[in-house]
C-alpha cells in the first residue's frame, strides 16, 4: 500500500483508536511498521545539511502497533522473551553484522555493512551503513543515525515517540560519540561531529563554542565537524551557587585527517581522553 494511502489511515486511527478495529486500519499500521523496518519509510529525512523533517504520521504508526500487538514468548538460544515486539529477523540477508546477545527490534532498520555489538536498537531507528553501534550502546526509538559512524561503549541515543511530531534524535554521517555520552530530547548532531566522552546533550543543554574570542551559545544542535567535551559553570539557586552541566565546543575536526583516524585523532589533538 503506497504512502499516500498509509498516512491518512494512520491519522484517522491516531485520533480514533476505535478505528483499529476495522480490519483496513489495522492493516495499514503493520503495513507501516513493515516498512519502517525494511527502510523504505524512515522517521525523519534530510531536506538540506543540518536541516531534517519528521513525519509524524510514522511515530503515530509506531505507537498505534503497540496498540495491536499481543504479548507473545519468543527464544533465542537460551535467552526468553516476553513481549509485544518481535526481534529483527534475516540479518545475514541484510548484510548486518549482530553479535550476541545484540539486539535489534521489528521496526528498525540497519543498514548492510552496519555492526551492532552487545547493544540494542529500538522500534522505528535508523542505522546507516559501515555504522558500529559498540557495546552496551542503544539507540532509542525513531532514533537517526547516520552512515560510518560510531557510538562507543555505553552511549545512550534517546528515544523520542511523543508527542508524535517531536524531532528524534539525530547523528548525521562520520559522527563519532564517545563513551557513555548521552544524547537525548531531539538533539541534532550534525555531520562529522566528535562527542567527547561523558558528553550529555538535552534540549536544554546549553552547547557553548569557546574556540574563538568570544564563547557563542546554542542549544539541541551541535554544528557539524565540532570537537565537544563536557563542561560545567556556575548557576545560582535559593540555596546557593553550583555547579551545573554543560558542554564546550573546543574546535573543529580538520579536513586534512585520514578519516579512519580522525575520530580518535580530532579528540586526541585537543588532549581529550577518547
Known amino acids: 500500500m503506497p504512502e499516500a494511502d498509509l498516512r491518512p489511515l494512520i491519522e484517522a486511527a491516531f485520533a480514533n483508536r476505535q478505528l483499529l478495529e476495522d480490519p483496513k486500519h489495522k492493516a495499514a499500521v503493520s503495513n507501516t511498521v513493515a516498512a519502517l523496518d525494511r527502510g523504505e519509510l524512515r522517521v525523519a529525512s534530510q531536506r538540506a545539511p543540518g536541516q531534517w523533517e519528521t513525519h509524524a504520521w510514522l511515530k503515530q504508526a509506531v505507537l498505534l502497533y503497540f496498540a495491536i500487538s499481543e504479548m507473545t514468548a519468543s527464544h533465542a538460544g537460551p535467552l526468553h522473551f516476553y513481549d509485544k515486539i518481535p526481534?529483527?529477523?534475516?540479518?545475514e540477508r541484510a548484510g548486518v553484522r549482530v553479535v550476541p546477545p545484540g539486539t535489534i527490534r521489528y521496526g528498525a532498520?540497519?543498514?548492510a555493512g552496519a555492526i551492532l555489538m552487545p547493544g540494542y536498537v529500538n522500534i522505528?531507528?535508523?542505522?546507516?551503513?559501515g555504522t558500529m553501534v559498540d557495546t552496551w550502546a542503544t539507540v532509542g526509538s525513531c532514533a537517526q543515525i547516520g552512515r560510518r559512524c560510531h557510538l562507543s561503549g555505553g552511549v545512550g541515543i534517546g528515544g523520542v515517540l511523543e508527542p508524535p511530531g517531536a524531532q528524534p534524535v539525530i547523528v548525521e554521517d562520520d559522527c563519532f560519540v564517545g563513551s557513555r555520552a548521552i544524547i537525548v530530547e531531539g538533539v541534532l548532531v550534525e555531520r562529522a561531529a566528535v562527542i567527547g566522552a561523558g558528553v550529555t546533550l538535552t534540549a536544554s543543554?546549553?552547547?557553548?563554542?569557546v574556540s574563538g574570542s568570544e564563547p557563542k551559545e546554542l542549544r539541541g544542535r551541535v554544528p557539524a565537524r565540532s570537537v565537544v567535551i563536557p563542561g560545567?559553570?556556575?548557576?545560582?539557586f535559593p540555596a546557593g551557587e553550583f555547579?551545573?552541566?554543560?558542554?564546550?565546543?573546543i574546535g573543529q575536526r580538520k579536513e586534512s585527517t585520514d578519516q579512519k583516524t580522525s575520530l580518535n585523532d580530532a579528540l586526541r589533538d585537543f588532549a581529550v581522553p577518547v
Open 109 to 111: 532498520f540497519v543498514e
Open 243 to 249: 555547579m551545573v552541566p554543560m558542554a564546550l565546543i
Open 124 to 129: 522505528g531507528a535508523y542505522v546507516g551503513a
Open 87 to 91: 526481534l529483527k529477523t534475516d540479518l
Open 205 to 209: 543543554t546549553p552547547i557553548v563554542d
Open 232 to 236: 560545567m559553570r556556575p548557576k545560582r
